[in-house]
C-alpha cells in the first residue's frame, strides 16, 4: 500500500490514486464502524435499562411504605441477600460478555492480522481497506439494515385483523372471536367438520400463531388451510379497556364457555380447546371448573406450563429471591384511571436477568454482529423468519390483568399437590387434573425439546396424575408456531413424525374428527337398511 516504487504495472494513474486514496478509505471504514458500534451498543444497553429503571420506580414506592412496617433487621436481612443475588448476576453477566468478546475477537483477529500483512508487504489476499470496509457493512448492517428489515416485516406478520379477512364471530368486554380463514388455493372451510378454539398466551399475543401466514408459517392457518373450523381468541386492548385491566380466572371461564357455545351452534359439534403457552394453562383451569362441560370434548396444550415449580429456568430464580421480593408488587403498573395491572414489559424484562448469560445487552450485540457477518466471502442475508421473530420480541409484550398474572405467579410458586389439585381455585372449586379423566376427555401436550422457557418437566407434570398423550417437537419455545407449522417441514403439524411417531395438532384434531364421523355413517348405513 504505501510502496511507492511502481513497476510497470502501477503505472496508471488509476492505480495512483488509488493506492494514495487507500490509507483515507481504511480511516474512513474504521471511523464508521466503531460510530456504528457506539450507536449499536447504546441501543441494545438502552432495551436492558429502560425495564430497569422502571422497577427501580415499582420498588421504591413499594419499598417506601414497606419499611416502615416491616422489622429493621428484617429488612437489612432482605437487602443484603438481594445485594448477593445482583453481585451474582452481575458475576455471570461478566464472565459470559468477557466470552463473546473473545468469540469475536477470535473470529476477526486473524483476519485482521493477514489484512496487515497483505497491505504492508504487498502480499495477496484481502487488504485492510477491504477488512475495514467489510466490518463498517457488518456494524452498519446491525445499527441500520437489521432494524429496518424487522420494520418492513410488519405488513407480513401477524393477523392483521383490520383487513377484514377473517370473520368476527363473537366479543365481549374482554375478547374478540374471530374464525380464521384459509389462505390455501382451493380449500374451503368444511362448516360440519369438528371445530377448534385456540387461546394464545396473554403475555406474548395471538400474532406470533399467524408468524408469517404467506410464507407458510402459520399455526393459526395449518389448522384453517386443512379446512379446519379454526377460531382464535383475541385480547382487547387493555390499555383502553377497563373490563380487561379488572379481569379475573372466572371471567377467562365465563368468556371461553360463552365462545364454545357459539362455535357448536355454528357447526354442531363439540370444540375442541386448544392453548399455546398461558393460554394452554388458562384452557386447563377453564375445563377444571366444570364451566365447559358438554361443550368441549378435546384438549390440546402447546408448550404449556403445567406446574410451574418444576422449572429449572424461572421457578428457580423465582425460589432465590428473597420472600420479600417475591411478590407481583414488584411488577405493578397503576393506569391513569387507578386500574391496576401486571407490567408485560417488565415480565420479559424477568426473562431476560434469569437467562442473563445470554441476553446481557453486550452479548446480544455481538450476537447478532456475529450473525450478520459475511459467510464464505459472501454477504450476510436477513431472513424474514429472523425479522419476524424480533418483530415480535420487539412489540409484542402486552400488559396483564393482576388476577391472570397471580394464576401463573402461583403455578411458579406452588406446586401441584400429590393428589393432582392445582393450586388455584375458580367459582371456589378445587381444580384436579383427574377430572379430565372422569370426563374422558382425550389431551395431547406438545412440548419443545429444547424449550428453555417451558422445560419439558413443567409441561409434562400432569403425567404423574393422568394418561395424556405426548407430542416431543425437536427445538425450542416457538417453533411449533414458526419452523414447524410449514407444511413441508420434517416435523409438520398435520402429519407424524419422528421416530416414535408422534401426531402433530392438527393430525390430532383431523383424526378426532374422523372418529366424530364414523359413527354417524355408521348410523345413516343402519338406517338405509
Not at 408459517?217 to 385480547?235: D, E, Q, V, W
Amino acid at each position: 500500500m504505501f510502496d511507492f516504487n511502481y513497476g510497470q504495472d502501477d503505472s496508471s494513474l488509476e492505480k495512483f490514486s488509488e493506492k494514495m486514496l487507500s490509507p483515507l478509505e481504511i480511516m474512513t471504514n474504521q471511523f464508521c464502524a466503531t460510530q456504528n458500534y457506539c450507536v449499536g451498543f447504546t441501543k441494545y444497553l438502552n432495551d436492558f435499562m429502560i425495564p430497569l429503571l422502571i422497577s427501580t420506580h415499582y420498588f421504591r414506592n413499594v419499598e417506601q411504605s414497606r419499611l416502615m412496617t416491616m422489622p429493621p433487621l428484617d429488612s437489612f436481612q432482605s437487602y443484603m441477600e438481594l445485594l448477593g443475588i445482583n453481585l451474582d448476576m452481575g458475576n455471570r453477566k461478566l464472565k459470559a460478555s468477557a466470552r463473546v468478546l473473545n468469540d469475536y475477537a477470535g473470529k476477526e483477529m486473524p483476519g485482521a492480522i493477514a489484512a496487515m500483512f497483505s497491505t504492508f508487504l504487498n502480499l495477496s489476499g484481502e487488504e485492510l481497506r477491504a477488512f475495514t470496509a467489510r466490518q463498517a457493512k457488518m456494524a452498519d448492517s446491525v445499527v441500520n439494515a437489521y432494524p429496518q428489515a424487522i420494520r418492513d416485516i410488519e405488513p407480513e406478520y401477524g393477523f392483521h385483523f383490520e383487513r377484514g379477512d377473517n370473520i368476527k364471530v363473537a366479543e365481549t368486554d374482554r375478547f374478540i372471536l374471530y374464525q380464521i380463514l384459509p389462505i390455501s388455493e382451493n380449500t374451503e372451510v368444511n362448516e360440519s367438520g369438528k371445530p377448534i378454539l385456540i387461546l394464545p398466551p396473554y403475555v406474548l399475543g395471538a400474532n406470533i400463531l399467524s408468524f408469517l401466514p404467506h410464507s407458510n408459517k402459520s399455526y393459526t392457518h395449518c389448522f384453517a388451510n386443512m379446512g379446519i373450523p379454526t377460531y382464535i381468541r383475541i385480547l382487547r386492548d387493555i390499555s383502553t379497556t377497563p373490563a380487561l385491566q379488572v379481569m379475573t380466572a372466572e371471567d377467562d371461564a365465563r368468556d371461553t364457555r360463552f365462545f364454545c357455545e357459539k362455535i357448536k351452534a355454528r357447526h354442531g359439534k363439540p370444540v375442541t380447546l386448544n392453548g399455546y403457552c398461558q393460554g394452554g394453562y388458562c384452557a386447563v383451569c377453564d375445563l377444571l371448573s366444570g364451566e365447559l362441560d358438554g361443550l368441549v370434548d378435546a384438549l390440546l396444550t402447546c408448550v404449556s406450563p403445567m406446574d410451574g415449580t418444576r422449572s429449572n429456568g424461572l421457578s428457580e430464580f423465582l425460589k432465590n429471591l428473597p420472600p420479600r421480593f417475591n411478590d407481583l408488587a414488584y411488577g405493578t403498573k397503576t393506569l391513569a384511571n387507578g386500574n391496576q395491572v401486571a407490567d408485560g414489559d417488565l415480565m420479559g424484562w424477568v426473562y431476560k436477568l434469569k437467562s442473563i448469560e445470554a441476553e446481557a445487552p453486550l452479548i446480544a450485540f455481538f450476537r447478532d454482529m456475529m450473525m450478520l457477518s459475511p459467510k464464505n466471502g459472501n454477504e450476510a442475508r436477513i431472513s424474514k423468519t429472523a425479522a419476524a421473530l424480533n418483530y415480535w420480541l420487539q412489540n409484542e409484550r402486552n400488559d396483564l390483568p393482576l388476577d391472570i398474572t397471580r394464576m401463573s405467579f402461583d403455578s411458579y410458586n406452588i406446586p401441584v399437590a400429590a393428589d393432582g389439585t392445582l393450586p388455584i381455585k375458580l367459582f371456589g372449586r378445587k381444580l384436579n387434573f383427574r377430572r379430565l379423566k372422569e370426563k374422558g376427555i382425550p389431551w395431547l401436550i406438545c412440548y419443545g425439546e429444547r424449550d428453555d422457557l417451558v422445560e419439558k418437566e413443567t409441561a409434562l407434570a400432569p403425567l404423574d396424575y393422568i394418561d395424556a398423550e405426548v407430542s416431543a417437537f425437536p427445538k425450542g419455545h416457538v417453533a411449533m408456531a414458526t419452523s414447524w407449522s410449514n407444511p413441508k417441514s420434517a416435523c409438520a403439524l398435520h402429519t407424524r413424525f419422528g421416530d416414535k411417531k408422534y401426531r402433530g395438532p392438527v393430525r390430532f384434531q383431523l383424526d378426532l374428527d374422523k372418529d366424530l364421523t364414523k359413527p354417524q355413517r355408521s348410523e345413516k348405513v343402519s338406517s338405509q337398511n
